[in-house]
């Protein structure tokens, strides 16, 4: 644990971007850092564009396959970390490895920060992350007013920060503050649905009336998608010159439309349904964890205000 | 292929042939063009064809593993990539993934008998079984097929077919849904014929592949001659995109068809919720 004043923050970031192309949060989404420092923002974009680009070139026909550079993540909130580590999961497990992914991740660094006023719409708790989670994190920092205070989680993390000099050694009373922030933050987290428990009702939930009634409500538009942290799915296209993938969408028809008009999801309730199941069953069945990280996000934007959290509650219920 | 699993070998058209009479589908013979990229599969594994600047689809292996020269692939034009792969040339190149998917499960079919069930031009990897059960005869009990197609024009492989037609060693029979000038052969729907075939079940094992509605029939018949549904296997189809389990698109259920399948036991698919 070292400790990083205020004032010495710009000299982190031009330092950190001597080894790696730095992303910063922006309103929008992650964005390579300039020349200011920037304002540490939860961003409406999940950072796992950045390594999992909304579009991506795999490879020219020409034979070219772009090679990628080691991208530094400045300020990932604990829930984005965590996403990120889902992902890492589902891209690099299993019979194959998405190399595409892995040279990304795998190069890169995340440095996390802690979130001391946790917003209405975060259940991040519900999935054992909460406000300080570090997992996923290469280093965490801490604001505590004057200054960060800077963990590193992983040993990518440690080597890093062990040679950047201007750390100080926190006191006694910069631990108790931020003991205090901890304490205040998580207080502010409460109420949460075990995933363990909406995994199971969810095995009895095939059939049921849930899925038309939200499907009354649910556009398909398929924003809470592009907006998730965990959401992998997506589309190889031919292009002139290239072979690219895309993101896609489980809650588009056209997903699982097959040639001979036959489509084995055609209805929104269907499809909002495979949503559910693949994040909160089939992926927990597959690795003891959910594929959500309860960062809101899906709650904030959706258009016609469907809410993840009340969608558990009723699951919980009638289950 | 291991480090980009992306990544397309490139194969060369040899062989092309029409195989039915309304020239929607077609066969073709393709033989690696690095011959250091040749590889082993099983029966029931799929590759991915891909034209470059078209796309990709998923195709089932009809040629059998001991036909080491090439593999053979046939298409049902039915949407860009098929179309395009419809107007390739002899000496063309092409990209191909694979092989993808598990197999039948060949090594529990080892001294039992063995009854493969097709319709229509769901035919090619039960070729690439067939072939596969006949190179190794005398490791396995009775092999009975039954294929059958709308009309004769449909059936897949025919000359291969009518030649197996006159093998002692296995029981080959050939059905159409009406009756049509010049065939003397069998006439009725694969279910009935099954159920007046009716193949042992004591020691013995199902393949079933066609289209949803005839596995729809005959999977009855098959329970009522008293298979269980951990010996009945079928091979589903679903879109695919990556082949390898990412992409996040075939799963039924908790299973990728892609990785997962496409070789599902009944009993597995009885597990799965969806309608498959």
Redesign the interface.
């Known amino acids: 644990m070292r400790k990083l004043l205020k004032k010495d923050l710009p000299r982190l970031i031009e330092w950190l971007k001597t080894s790696y192309l730095l992303y910063g949060p922006t309103e929008y989404g992650f964005a390579p850092i300039a020349d200011h420092t920037p304002e540490l923002i939860t961003p409406i974009r999940p950072p796992k564009g950045i390594f999992f680009p909304q579009y991506q070139v ?2 020219r ?1 020409d034979g070219k ?1 772009p090679k990628s550079k080691g991208i530094g993540l400045f300020g990932v909130r604990p829930c984005d970390a965590k996403g990120l580590l889902i992902l890492n999961r ?2 690099t497990q ?7 992914w892995q040279d990304q991740y795998q190069s890169g660094i995340i440095i996390g920060i802690g979130c001391n006023q946790p917003q209405p719409t975060c259940f991040c708790h519900w999935f054992g992350i909460g406000p300080f989670g570090k997992e996923g994190c290469d280093l965490f920092l801490t604001d505590i007013g004057d200054g960060f205070l800077i963990e590193a989680v992983s040993k990518k993390g440690e080597d890093l920060i062990s040679s950047f000099d201007p750390l100080l050694p926190p006191t006694d009373q910069d631990l108790k503050r931020r003991d205090e922030i901890v304490a205040r933050a998580e207080a502010q987290l409460k109420d949460g649905i075990d995933p363990k428990l909406i995994k199971e009702r969810l095995d009895n939930l ?1 059939e049921s009336p849930i899925w038309g009634e939200l499907a009354e409500r649910c556009l398909s538009c398929a924003l809470c998608t592009y907006l998730c942290p965990t959401c ?9 010159k290239a ?1 690219v ?1 895309i993101w ?1 969408s ?1 809650l588009f028809p056209l ?6 008009g036959h489509n ?1 999801r055609p209805e929104i309730r269907d499809r909002l349904r ?1 949503r559910i ?2 994040k909160f ?2 992926l927990y ?2 690795y003891k964890e959910a594929g959500c990280v309860g960062c809101g996000r899906c709650v904030i934007f959706c258009p016609v205000n469907l809410d993840l959290r009340e969608l558990m509650r009723r699951i919980l219920d009638e289950g | 292929m291991r480090d980009n699993p992306y990544w397309p070998i490139e194969m060369v058209v040899g062989r092309i042939k029409v195989e039915s009479d309304d020239r929607m589908l077609r066969s073709f013979d393709l033989r690696f063009k690095d011959p250091s990229q040749r590889f082993d599969f099983l029966p029931g594994q799929f590759c991915q064809l891909s034209i470059l600047g078209k796309g990709e689809a998923p195709f089932g292996i009809a040629s059998s593993p001991d036909e080491k020269d090439f593999l053979r692939f046939t298409v049902n034009r039915v949407g860009v990539v098929t179309t395009a792969l419809h107007y390739l040339k002899e000496g063309e190149v092409i990209g191909l993934r694979g092989p993808l998917g598990n197999h039948y499960p060949v090594e529990k079919f080892r001294g039992e008998d063995v009854v493969i069930i097709g319709g229509g031009f769901a035919f090619t990897t039960l070729r690439s079984l067939l072939l596969y059960l006949l190179a190794r005869r005398e490791e396995f009990g009775q092999i009975t097929v039954i294929y059958g197609a709308r009309r004769p024009g449909l059936l897949l492989y025919r000359d291969e077919l009518f030649q197996w037609e006159g093998r002692s060693d296995l029981r080959l029979i050939l059905t159409v849904d009406k009756e049509f000038p010049g065939w003397n052969r069998k006439v009725g729907f694969v279910p009935a014929v099954t159920k007046e075939v009716a193949p042992s079940s004591k020691k013995g094992w199902a393949v079933v592949c066609g289209p949803p509605i005839m596995i729809k029939y005959t999977l009855p018949v098959l329970s009522e001659l008293g298979f269980p549904p951990e010996r009945i296997y079928t091979s589903l189809e679903r879109r695919m995109k990556c082949g390898i389990g990412k992409c996040g698109r075939c799963n039924i259920g908790p299973k990728y068809v892609c990785i997962d399948g496409p070789v599902f036991s009944l009993a597995e698919l009885e597990r799965l919720p969806e309608p498959y």
């Not at chain 1, 992998?232 to 002139?240: A, L, N, R, Y």
């Not at chain 1, 997903?255 to 001979?260: L, Y």
């Open positions: 795999l490879f026909y396959v589902i891209f299993g019979p194959y490895r998405d190399n595409y095939w992998h799915c997506f589309d190889i296209q031919d292009e002139e072979r993938r896609d489980c997903f699982t439309q097959e040639a001979s084995p495979q199941m693949h069953n089939y069945l597959q």
